[in-house]
């Protein structure tokens, strides 16, 4: 696992908007896995400001969804299809055609998770996969004991990840109970893992999925277990870790051609 510390989430936004575009400069038709929450967005918003100056072509990018509430209307706004349209698919100027997610409105919620692992390989799997972290040390919405085998699937959110939530509904009671996830057996099969964490709330979690024991009681710490993953956080979120030294000695150090 590779640990790098910027000094905020502008930078974090751009180093990880750059590994994205030197992505598809590699591969155009890639296709990127996103995540929601209020975190990835300084990366969503350097990489648009890269497509329209040029610095790389979107045109061809696929996107695809971590993961979604089960039960809110179709189009609502806070639905993550309805937030990953807004915020990631139409800046880019791509169409929906070139999104694929879970369907939290469908009637048979286990049979929509299982069509959504398969449409996920049918696409070729995930090229890189944005990950934030819960202050739980969730990834997507696997709460803590999710297994760390889990495909797609329900689940239920904690009463902590609800009140976390609850800033972009009128109140907590509309913060839906129950979510589908990609798997932390799905997120491994992506080839490339890029958490971002910023601010101080973060620093626990970061700390124990980075440095703590694997265990499902941190879902994050699956991380652990993949061979690319890049986890890259600003000083605040660092503020916990042990190695903090070394990880800014080993990416200062480190050849620029090799990216993250
Ligand atoms: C939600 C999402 C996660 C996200 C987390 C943290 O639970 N399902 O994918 O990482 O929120 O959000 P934020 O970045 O706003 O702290």
Redesign the pocket.
């Known amino acids: 696992m590779e640990v790098v510390i910027v000094p905020d989430s502008a930078a974090g936004g751009e180093l990880i908007a750059e590994a994205m575009a030197n992505l598809l400069r590699r591969k155009p038709d890639a296709l990127l896995g996103v ?5 990835p967005l300084p990366i969503y918003e350097a990489f648009a400001a890269k497509v329209r100056a040029a610095a790389v072509d979107a045109s061809q990018a696929r996107i695809c969804q ?2 979604e509430y089960v039960g809110l209307p179709s189009g609502h706004p806070e639905s993550y299809r309805s937030v990953v349209l807004r915020e990631v698919v139409e800046p880019l100027g791509l169409s929906e055609s070139s999104f694929i997610g879970p369907d939290g409105t469908a009637d048979d919620i286990a049979a929509a998770c299982e069509e959504y692992d398969q449409a996920l390989v049918a696409a070729g799997g995930v090229d890189l996969q944005l ?4 202050t739980d040390g ?1 990834i ?2 696997n709460e803590p004991c999710s297994s760390l085998a889990s495909r797609t699937r329900i689940k239920t959110l904690t009463q902590q ?1 609800r009140k ?2 609850a800033r972009f509904f009128d109140s907590i009671d509309d913060v839906p109970h129950h979510v589908i996830t990609q798997g932390i057996g799905t997120i491994l099969e992506a080839r490339h893992l890029v958490l971002l964490a910023t601010g101080e709330a973060k620093a626990d979690a970061v700390a124990l999925a980075v440095e703590g024991p694997l265990s499902a009681l941190v879902p994050a710490s699956a991380l652990q277990l993949h061979p690319h993953a890049t986890v890259v956080v600003d000083e605040a979120a660092a503020s916990q870790l042990k190695l903090a030294d070394y990880f800014r000695a080993t990416f200062a150090a480190k050849p620029e051609w090799q990216g993250i």
């Open positions: 995540a929601t929450g209020s975190t971590l993961d990950l934030g972290i819960g969730h997507g919405f990840t976390d939530n």
